[in-house]
């Protein structure tokens, strides 16, 4: 046989012992620092153990705009068709990114049109490693916020009150009913602010959180303002009592785990005595800052995990940190970048371990679990990217560079 067959068939045999996909994972490629991490994690860390069988998709904002966005609708689609999503951190244009990327439009953020598809609830999650420790000392477990995305304070309407007057609130029901409250009597220049939520959106947010609670067996914390907020927070506390009562509660005991409410300021200080290893279920406002505090006080944004659950069990797998933009620039201009690629890694090992679950494909799940389990090793004997290594404990640390650093966890992954 020539040298031609010879390396046809190495090549056969090569990919009969990869590890097989029965069902396509969703693929959201993305924009920046994060598209050029996607290919090397692929080509590195799964294309040589997995015959991946993934439904591509470019979210690229260069693709975008050419589909008129079509494509992000179209991968939102793919998702629901098949449960599950890996995605690369896109671009959310602003008005810089107009003369950059010749845009014909300002693009909406992927994520919120993929968020309002599958109308899910999203959980961050930190990656705990030993030698980035927190800056609590008594959190051991990551605790996971999962934030509601809809309304209140961000689909709000405002009013600059110029003097002098009242601000009422109306509700005009269809059939003519009318409810009205005084907001305010002024006496002079003042500020007023309307918002509102909807009883559909809380529902799915709770279903969502008892969902993801029972998949990772953890508690569920929950916290408002309900002693002044009556009837808003009040409401949000009631559904997620009578959903809990009539859906979960068996399956809960069985589980072993337990739902919890409480007020929110309650909450915070019960989460920062916690050992963590719950998940704090929070209204939209509370999720956007505490998962920033939660995030630092972990280590890194960089080391955040993130994943969308819809209520019917979609799930949608991605890094928390965005495109990484200034180190993109330092690559494109042939500098060296020293970009941690852990929470990239870990969206894919999240996707296809879940993948493997739905599939009864164990195989797949382990390589996920070994594969998140080279990446902590090789954090743990010292070798890590610069933003790691500037507040590690270890001593005697390594920096690697993005490159350096996905072929360190190589080495250690062909030891597993
Ligand atoms: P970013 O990409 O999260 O980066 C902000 C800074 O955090 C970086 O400059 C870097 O700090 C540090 N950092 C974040 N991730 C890191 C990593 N993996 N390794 C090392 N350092 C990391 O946020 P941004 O620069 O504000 O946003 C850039 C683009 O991302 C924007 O166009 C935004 O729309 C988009 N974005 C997308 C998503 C998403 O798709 N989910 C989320 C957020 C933002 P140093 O520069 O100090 O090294
Ligand atoms: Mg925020």
């Not at 961050?124 to 477990?141: E, H, Q």
């Not at 493997?356 to 010292?382: M, P, V, W, Y």
Request: charged share 30%; glycine share 6%; net charge negative.
């Amino acid at each position: 046989m020539n040298e031609k067959g010879q390396r046809l068939i190495a090549a056969m045999v090569n990919q009969m012992d990869k590890i097989k996909m029965t069902t396509p994972l969703v693929e959201m490629d993305g924009d920046e620092m994060t598209r050029v991490l996607w290919k090397m994690i692929k080509d590195e860390l799964l294309l040589p153990f997995i015959d991946l069988n993934t439904e591509y998709y470019d979210l690229g904002l260069v693709h975008r705009n050419e589909t008129d966005d079509q494509v992000t609708f179209d991968a939102a689609e793919a998702t629901k068709k098949y449960g599950v999503a890996v995605k690369c951190a896109t671009i959310t244009p602003n008005a810089a990114r107009m003369p950059e990327y010749n845009l014909k439009e300002m693009w909406k953020s992927p994520n919120g049109t993929i968020r309002a598809i599958l109308d899910g609830t999203v959980f961050r999650a930190p990656i705990i490693v030993k030698g980035i420790d927190p800056y609590v000392k008594t959190w051991k477990k990551p605790i996971c916020i999962a934030r509601h995305a809809y309304g209140d304070v961000y689909k709000n309407v405002e009013i600059k009150v110029p003097g002098k007057g009242k601000c009422e609130l109306v509700y005009t029901g269809e059939d003519g009913q009318e409810i009205r409250e005084l907001v305010h009597e002024y006496d002079g220049p003042g500020i007023a602010q309307g918002i509102h939520n909807v009883n559909r959106s809380i529902e799915s947010f709770a279903r969502s959180c008892f969902n993801y609670a029972l998949d990772t067996k953890q508690d569920v914390w929950f916290a408002t303002k309900d002693t002044i907020s009556k009837k808003y927070d009040h409401t949000f506390k009631d559904l997620f009592q009578e959903i809990f009562d009539a859906e979960y509660k068996d399956k809960f005991d069985k589980a072993g785990i337990t739902y919890f409410y409480t007020l929110i300021d309650d909450a915070v200080a019960r989460v920062i005595k916690s050992e963590g290893g719950y998940i704090w279920a929070c209204k939209n406002y509370d999720g956007d800052v505490m998962s920033d505090m939660v995030a630092t006080a972990f280590g890194s944004l960089a080391m955040m995990t993130s994943v969308l659950v819809s209520p019917d069990g979609v799930y949608e797998y991605e890094a928390a940190h965005g495109t990484v933009q200034r180190h993109y620039y330092k690559h494109l201009k042939g500098e060296e970048t020293s970009t941690n690629s852990v929470a990239t890694i870990f969206a894919w090992t999240g996707a296809l371990r879940k993948r493997g679950e739905l599939d009864h494909n164990q195989e797949l799940a382990e390589f996920a679990d070994k594969l998140e389990k080279a990446t902590l090793r090789t954090i743990e004997s010292g070798r890590m990217t610069k933003d790691l290594a500037l507040i590690t404990s270890l001593e005697n640390v390594t920096v690697l560079n993005s490159e350096e650093f996905i072929r360190a966890i190589r080495a250690e992954l062909e030891t597993l």
